[in-house]
């Protein structure tokens, strides 16, 4: 209990004995003996409370001493780098994270360097502080837990998945299901009950709520890169947050290209994405292709592209509605569109925003977008991507190492996989808009 209501049961305690007192006092006369054993209790429970408020308040300032930092004497050395303790050993950290956030970011990179130490090198004492911590070093394939790759630490693969989130437009925005195996079918509501118009005597039609399937097949999808086999304890933190970046970015560039580019081939993984479904002529309805010449950001006015776009998207998804733009197009079209509105401030220009803005809609920006309008094909894409596209989730990350592969570099290879799939699912068709439409450019 704290000192602060100690003190204050105590002070309810005196109070109560002191009510008794004062009754006793009012009705002019002297305690019974009832009363006056409850007075004792009060007042003997008020001084034991008072007195436990001090044993707490001297143990709290004991305990803030004992646990006070100890200023250095001498700063050690760090080569450029900052020294942070972590319980009692400590590590150093170079220059800014960039993949581990949060309160315990150098911790965790320490962590995950550590295991890194552990599984590419085969570092005994390595091994030996992530068994102690319980940091898994297991090994994963599809569905088997007993030979292949090294399932990557869960505050490293958090790390992973924050920046995938961050980079990736498909898996930040699209609607995200977990796969408990390669193959999935997730149940879709194709059609719902209809009303009818009836006479008196006519019998009512009858109709049904349908469903149909959108089918998930997980693909694995790797990446392959190089670490110096000069893994120093003194730099696994910075290793740990730049094999983090490096995975994430590259699992994210080809998340968004299969989602995004896909054509069905090899290359993505046999994935169709929502560019070039759009265009197949069996989404037409969803298109805006407007009045003029548009190949070109700079074509682009609001009139046309935008509130063009906008008025074809159908009501249901328009709640969560975002811009889905190349940042070229957003600072050529959308940006430039907002400056000539008028009414930006100069700090505005200088400073933007946190989350940026476009006639009320978020603005995600991908490098998968096309970088420029072009006749026929998509410029820009507005709606609600949970609802167009599924984004199937297999597993996590899991890491193969070779040391064999750059042995002339005197570096190993180090390969991360996934497995993921991703179906867009709803895109309209020749009569009706899906929950996400398209600019389509025109000469």
Not at 196 to 224: C, D, H, M, P, R
Not at 378 to 383: E, K, N, Q, S, W
Request: with cysteine.
């Amino acid at each position: 209990m704290l000192v602060l209501e100690l003190r204050e049961k105590a002070a309810e305690e005196a109070q109560a004995a002191r009510d008794i007192k004062e009754k006793c006092e009012a009705e002019s006369r002297g305690m019974t003996s009832d009363e006056g054993l409850e007075f004792d209790t009060h007042i003997t429970e008020s001084a034991r409370l008072e007195k436990e408020a001090e044993r707490q308040e001297t143990l709290e300032a004991a305990e803030k001493r004992l646990n006070k930092k100890q200023e250095r004497k001498v700063e050690p050395e760090t080569a450029n780098g900052k020294r942070i303790e972590v319980g009692h050993s400590s590590m150093f950290r170079f220059g800014k994270l960039r993949s581990f956030t949060g309160p315990k970011a150098e911790a965790n990179a320490y962590t995950a360097g550590k295991w890194l130490m552990a599984t590419v090198m085969n570092d005994a004492s390595a091994r030996q502080w992530c068994r102690d911590r319980g940091v898994e070093m297991r090994v994963q394939t599809e569905g088997i837990n007993t030979a292949g790759g090294f399932v990557v630490p869960d505050v490293m693969e958090r790390a992973i998945i924050d920046l995938r989130e961050t980079y990736g437009m498909f898996r930040a925005n699209a609607r995200v299901l977990p796969m408990g195996s390669d193959h999935t079918n997730v149940p879709r509501r194709a059609s719902g009950v209809t009303a009818y118009f009836i006479g008196e005597t006519t019998e009512i039609t009858a109709s049904e709520k349908s469903w149909n399937q959108v089918e998930l097949t997980a693909k694995k999808l790797g990446a392959l890169t190089r670490m110096s086999t000069d893994l120093s304890e003194d730099a696994i933190i910075n290793i740990a947050d730049d094999l983090a970046q490096e995975m994430a970015w590259a699992f994210a560039k080809k998340e968004d290209e299969c989602g995004l580019d896909g054509d069905g081939t090899s290359t993505y993984g046999g994935m169709s994405g929502i560019l070039t479904q759009f265009v197949d002529g069996t989404h037409t309805f969803g298109q805006h292709t407007g009045t003029s010449p548009y190949v070109a950001w700079e074509d682009g006015t609001f009139a046309d592209e935008i509130v063009g776009v906008m008025s074809l998207l159908p009501s249901y998804a328009q709640a969560n509605a975002k811009w889905y733009i190349h940042p070229t197009g957003k600072a050529g079209l959308l940006d430039a569109l907002s400056l000539q509105a008028g009414g930006t401030t100069t700090t505005e220009m200088i400073n933007g925003t946190r989350a940026p803005m476009h006639s009320g809609y978020p603005i995600v920006t991908s490098a998968a977008m096309p970088v420029a309008p072009a006749n026929t094909a998509v410029a820009f894409l507005f709606g609600d991507l949970a609802l167009s596209s599924t984004f199937g989730d297999r597993r996590g990350i899991t890491i193969k190492v070779s040391d064999q592969r750059y042995i002339e570099y005197d570096q190993i290879g180090i390969q991360a996989t996934e497995r993921f799939c991703i179906v867009n699912h709803d895109l309209g068709s020749t009569t009706e808009a899906g929950p996400i439409v398209a600019s389509i450019g025109i000469t």
